[in-house]
């Protein structure tokens, strides 16, 4: 992360230049480009970005803060999350976009799950991107009341799930197993098993920068645990605790895919919930 030195440098020399022509990890390239200019196309119009103080909650390696600073000129962003991801960043802004050094206002911390942030972090606004699908069903809510204290009154929170679990991939499997609603098809061992059998190529769009620590089958096992630990939550269930945490809905998108669920699924669930792969929300703290 930014040190002393880095910050000196960055005061004297101007920001790091970077060069985003020969991106050649596709997980970088949709971190970088697709999910930062949706939180841009999001946030950007509400705040601005170069006053704002920013949290990113769950921020995984933290390549979209980066690239919401560098290609959209945020100047504080506050990566949060309980895995430690962010540190290979330095390491990848090299490869990727040979940048010497990050931005000096981009900071992250490692927290325990549900770990209070409120006192320590008061932010203009807020974004998690495919994180609150990970986080332990009855934390969802505390979580959120604490994000909403993080937050001066008026200021926002940009949160984003996709998949979500009852659509054709949400169970998160897809880079193992390319069968839409398989997780609501076939029992868990079944699919542990068609997981460990997988001997193909994986889709690297879908391989995070986790995939190297952990090897081939450690891997596989770090992706059919994280499937387990899904909450399963339903874009409705979600709004409903953003709005009991005390949040206001600015704005709300369902994105539906056009696939048709298994006849059986549809005596089981409803249609609305087998095809809503994602939801895209912006909450807002109430003004004092
Ligand atoms: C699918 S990853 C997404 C990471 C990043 N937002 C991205 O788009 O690459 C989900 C992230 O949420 C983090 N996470 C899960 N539960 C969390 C919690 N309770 N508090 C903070 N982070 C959490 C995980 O460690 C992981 O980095």
Redesign the pocket.
């Known amino acids: 992360m930014p040190n002393f030195f880095d910050r000196v440098i960055e005061a004297v020399r101007g920001p790091a230049s970077f060069d985003d022509s020969q991106i050649s990890n596709e997980?970088f390239k949709a971190?970088f480009f697709y999910?930062t200019d949706l939180i841009h196309d999001w946030m950007g119009k509400e705040l601005n970005l170069s006053q704002a103080k920013l949290l990113?909650?769950?921020?995984?390696?933290?390549?979209?803060d980066l690239a919401l600073m560098l290609r959209y000129g945020a100047k504080r962003i506050h990566g949060?999350?309980?895995?430690q991801?962010y540190k290979k960043l330095p390491t990848i802004a090299k490869e990727q976009l040979k940048l010497q050094r990050l931005p000096s206002g981009l900071t992250f911390e490692t927290?325990?799950?549900?770990?209070p942030l409120a006192g320590k972090h008061q932010v203009d606004g807020i974004?998690?991107?495919?994180?609150?699908?990970?986080?332990?069903r009855d934390?969802v809510l505390p979580?959120a009341k604490d994000l909403l204290n993080c937050l001066r009154p008026g200021g926002l929170f940009f949160l984003q799930i996709e998949p979500l679990y009852y659509s054709a991939w949400g169970a998160?499997l897809r880079r193992y197993i390319d069968v839409p609603w398989v997780h609501l098809l076939i029992s868990e061992d079944e699919l542990w098993q068609r997981i460990q059998a997988y001997e193909g190529e994986l889709d690297m769009g879908e391989v995070?920068y986790g995939f190297d620590d952990f090897g081939v089958d450690g891997y596989k096992r770090f992706v059919f645990k994280?499937y387990q630990h899904l909450n399963r939550l339903t874009a409705d269930e979600l709004i409903a605790i953003m709005r009991e945490a005390g949040f206001e809905v600015v704005r709300e998108q369902k994105n539906h895919m056009q696939d048709e669920p298994p006849a059986q699924l549809l005596t089981q669930y409803p249609r609305e919930i087998l095809t809503n792969n994602e939801i895209l929300l912006l909450l807002r703290k109430p003004a004092a």
Do not use: L, Y
């Not at 990113?56 to 979209?64: K, V």
């Not at 949060?80 to 895995?83: A, E, F, K, S």
């Not at 927290?111 to 770990?115: C, D, H, M, T, V």
């Open positions: 997980w971190h999910a990113n909650f769950g921020c995984g390696d933290g390549i979209s949060i999350d309980v895995r991801e927290i325990k799950p549900s770990q974004m998690s991107w495919s994180t609150f699908e990970h986080v332990q934390q979580i998160h995070d994280e």
